[in-house]
């Protein structure tokens, strides 16, 4: 859906241009008579409430998440992050601190947690 209407709104905007150009002047005046005008307002106004719709289906989707389920989704990121910094510190050669971190690690989420 919102790809359709991009795609529309890019339509109409070129159809637009092509209207109200002449040569190498622009005829303001005359966007008003046109229907890509009026089109490309559709569109973007559709785009919009599209927006508006996702952004409370987001909102509402976080608010749904239990305690596990947001906890279980911070691990994973921290968890992430944790492999990068990991990938870094062993490529360093800096294994006393990958030991150091690990171990908080562990103790945040690890077998300590449950």
């Given at each position: 859906?919102?790809?359709?209407?991009?795609?529309?709104?890019?339509?109409?905007?070129?159809?637009?241009?092509?209207e109200i150009a002449s040569g190498s002047d622009i005829e303001?005046?005359?966007?008003?008579?046109?229907?890509?005008?009026?089109?490309?307002?559709?569109?973007?106004?559709?785009?919009?409430?599209?927006?508006?719709?996702?952004?409370?289906?987001?909102?509402?989707?976080?608010?749904?998440?239990?305690?596990?389920?947001?906890?279980?989704?911070?691990?994973?990121?921290?968890?992430?992050?944790?492999?990068?910094?990991?990938?870094?510190?062993?490529?360093?050669?800096?294994?006393?601190?990958?030991?150091?971190?690990?171990?908080?690690?562990?103790?945040?989420?690890?077998?300590?947690?449950?």
């Open positions: 859906m919102p790809l359709l209407l991009m795609a529309g709104s890019s339509v109409f905007a070129s159809s637009l241009v092509v303001w005046n005359l966007v008003s008579e046109k229907p890509s005008f009026y089109l490309l307002l559709i569109c973007t106004i559709l785009l919009c409430f599209y927006q508006v719709a996702l952004s409370r289906h987001d909102r509402l989707l976080i608010r749904g998440l239990t305690p596990k389920q947001y906890e279980a989704s911070l691990r994973n990121r921290v968890a992430e992050e944790s492999a990068k910094r990991a990938r870094k510190l062993i490529k360093e050669g800096n294994v006393e601190q990958l030991e150091k971190e690990t171990e908080s690690f562990k103790k945040l989420f690890g077998e300590g947690a449950q």
